[in-house]
């Protein structure tokens, strides 16, 4: 019903910036949150940033404040993670989903790789 196409990973240095964007294919009344996760090689899968759909209020995990900024467009369907100040351990596969307010998660994205790299 609601497909996740993510986009905008990459290899960069410590300190560097990025992108990522995710395109809902169907913008549907359930949704409620959108957000970014993570997962890090033996790590569990973690939030990172989420953003609800009414109120465009924001959360974000202790260890990304004041560098990562999620985003969306309702216009275009998308939900953006900007990070920024990388560092070696953000190193991950950065994951989208969105889901209800029941915390039903609808769908989530196929992943794309971030590595952060000198």
């Known amino acids: 019903q609601v497909h996740l196409v993510e986009s905008g990973g990459g290899l960069v240095q410590p300190g560097g910036s990025l992108r990522l964007s995710c395109v809902v294919s169907r913008m549907i009344f359930s949704i409620n949150v959108m957000g970014w996760y993570r997962q890090a090689p033996g790590k569990q899968r973690e939030m990172v940033a989420t953003?609800?759909?009414?109120?465009?209020?924001?959360n974000y995990a202790d260890a990304v404040k004041g560098r990562f900024t999620i985003s969306r467009d309702a216009a275009k369907n998308t939900v953006y993670l900007d990070l920024n100040g990388l560092k070696p351990e953000d190193t991950a596969v950065y994951y989208c989903?969105?889901?209800?307010?029941?915390?039903?998660?609808?769908?989530w994205g196929q992943g794309t790789q971030v590595t952060v790299s000198s």
């Open positions: 953003i609800t759909t009414g109120h465009s209020t924001t």
């Open positions: 989903t969105v889901k209800t307010s029941d915390g039903y998660y609808l769908a």
